[in-house]
């Protein structure tokens, strides 16, 4: 191939391709973005569902986005605001009771994080600040090596990588100093089940179910399933406007995030092509050289990084050819699917809950509802999801984004945002044959605490897992690019030998959520990437000056 004029070519405008691209022409790089939809932003996309009512589609909540990456891309400077829920979560009862809790309206009650529990179960009020301690230790673990690359504890090449050995040696270090307690709850994390966790601590079903919801968000499993602990632990490292493991709604939906990110990358010099499909890397000499895409053309480039699903990198756009038989095996394996189901509701007004009526806005109705009273109504789920294909009593997080954005909807309308477990992410038939049962499935449920809702419903657009993959490229609607398991994290994502943002191939780098820290809006696997990308430079760098200056995404100190 002719010698490139782009240095770097990112597949795919999702939030973490676009962090990546930021970072990449910060430090002097001449980088291009392509992106298959005629929008940017990936699965972190604001758009309109039914004629003038808008809403996030896929990812619909912020919390884990970083705030080097909110600072370093300048996106509070661009407008970004972020409001934060008056409660964290809002769980109505079928026998008329509700429990509030977390956020500033507990807070304002004098019961900091408790809301009303204490009128459900006094003992559990008490328990519940020692728990959030627990949590929060063990997500302050985890927050400490979000910006980190991982050791390489795989592959031929371990013993004579200096940097992956200093890691480690800062892992164990980091790990001696935890002390057995905080070593044991590290090791739970990782094996133990949410389900396990909870009843050994708390009685209130309510809480249970609003604490354990975490667990299977986009985990096709139940919270009783070994290295549930894990998923719930991973929702809870992130932060609104400071306040840890506090969760918020971006004015303009999440669209605005990477509409923001966007701007940045173009004030850079990035330049990004939309409605530009790739359809294969192209690899020479073991080395990736640029892509082939849809439309015939062929762009060159000194290095390639993608955003995409491992799984989708290495089975649809690498020749088979140039990996292998091992690694084609092991990919094969990577295991995605994570059993969620979108929905975006266009309402007439305001949900009416039996156990809190009114259709005017209150503080309820910006918090996070949880429609599921218990642990074991989640392991119904999951498995009437085995067994059937999807469950017919979905447990349900229902926000509803308009009471505190008006932008998204006609003035005295709402939207509401439906976000469902458990769906099998293939089940017998397809979705597409199935889609309509699980859309009356999830309605019945909405009807259960809000009478007024099919009243209220104006239109909606659902995605079945099927359609977020044809959608937005999440192979079997996996939210998180692969599996949040304990073979698939850290050092072993996506796959043990190719943990730091590199695969088997020169020159072609992952930064999605395919690697580590893994799924959610943080910004972290992109960061991530582009510094390693920049420590390969030296090597990359063929015919650039030899006089620039490239500055690292930082890396935190130990």
């Not at 006094?122 to 328990?127: G, M, Q, V």
């Not at 840890?244 to 330049?271: D, F, K, N, Y």
């Not at 780098?509 to 799924?519: K, R, T």
């Not at 972290?524 to 990359?540: F, K, Q, T």
């Amino acid at each position: 191939m002719a010698v490139p004029g782009t240095d770097v070519i990112v597949l795919g405008a999702g939030h973490n391709g676009l962090v990546c691209a930021n970072y990449l022409a910060a430090a002097g790089l001449k980088v291009k973005v392509l992106e298959r939809r005629p929008v940017v932003g990936g699965a972190a996309v604001t758009e309109e569902f039914v004629p003038g009512f808008r809403n996030s589609s896929a990812s619909y909540t912020v919390s884990l986005l970083h705030p080097v990456v909110i600072r370093d891309l300048r996106l509070v400077e661009r407008g970004l605001r972020i409001v934060e829920r008056p409660f964290a979560n809002f769980v109505p009862l079928e026998d008329g009771r509700s429990l509030r809790f977390g956020g500033e309206a507990a807070q304002k009650a004098g019961a900091p994080s408790a809301g009303n529990l204490a009128h459900l179960s006094p003992k559990d009020a008490e328990r519940l600040p020692a728990h959030h301690a627990r949590l929060q230790r063990l997500a302050d673990v985890l927050r400490r090596w979000v910006l980190r690359t991982p050791p390489e504890l795989g592959g031929p090449w371990v013993l004579a990588d200096w940097r992956s050995a200093r890691t480690s040696a800062r892992l164990l270090l980091e790990f001696g100093k935890l002390g057995l307690p905080g070593q044991r709850d590290l090791l739970d994390a990782f094996t133990s089940s949410a389900g396990r966790w909870l009843d050994s601590t708390f009685e209130c079903d309510a809480l249970k179910a609003a604490l354990g919801w975490d667990s299977i968000v986009g985990n096709f499993a139940s919270p009783y399933t070994a290295g549930s602990a894990y998923v719930l632990l991973h929702h809870c490292f992130g932060q609104v406007n400071g306040k840890p493991g506090a969760w918020g709604h971006a004015l303009g939906g999440m669209g605005r995030i990477t509409t923001l990110m966007a701007e940045e990358a173009q004030s850079r010099g990035v330049q990004i092509e939309r409605e530009c499909e790739v359809r294969r890397v192209l690899v020479e000499q073991g080395r990736a050289v640029g892509v082939a895409l849809a439309d015939g053309r062929q762009l060159s480039a000194r290095a390639v990084a993608a955003g995409v699903n491992p799984k989708l990198l290495y089975q649809k756009l690498v020749d088979p050819g140039v990996l292998t038989d091992d690694f084609r095996a092991a990919i094969g394996e990577y295991r995605c699917g994570s059993g969620s189901f979108r929905v975006n509701v266009a309402l007439s007004e305001l949900p009416d809950f039996v156990c809190q009526p009114g259709t005017h806005a209150q503080e309820h109705h910006a918090s996070g509802i949880l429609l599921g009273p218990s642990l074991h109504a989640m392991d119904r789920a999951w498995h009437d999801a085995v067994r059937h294909g999807h469950s017919r009593v979905p447990i349900i997080e229902m926000l509803l984004p308009s009471v505190v954005d008006e932008s998204l909807a006609p003035p005295g309308r709402h939207v509401a945002s439906l976000f469902c477990q458990h769906f099998d992410p293939a089940p017998a038939g397809g979705w597409d044959a199935r889609k309509d049962a699980a859309v009356e499935a999830i309605f019945q449920v909405v009807d259960t605490y809000c009478p007024n809702f099919r009243r209220s419903l104006l239109g909606y657009k659902a995605w079945t897992p099927l359609d977020l993959e044809r959608d937005y490229g999440l192979v079997g609607g996996d939210i998180f690019h692969g599996q949040l398991a304990l073979n698939q994290l850290f050092c072993f994502r996506p796959l043990i030998g190719n943990a730091r943002y590199r695969g088997p191939i020169a020159a072609l780098y992952h930064c999605g959520s395919g690697s580590h820290p893994g799924g959610g809006v943080t910004g972290a696997p992109g960061h991530n990437a582009a510094r390693e990308i920049l420590r390969d430079w030296s090597v990359l760098r063929r015919g650039a000056s030899q006089s620039t200056s490239y500055n690292l995404p930082p890396e935190p100190a130990p």
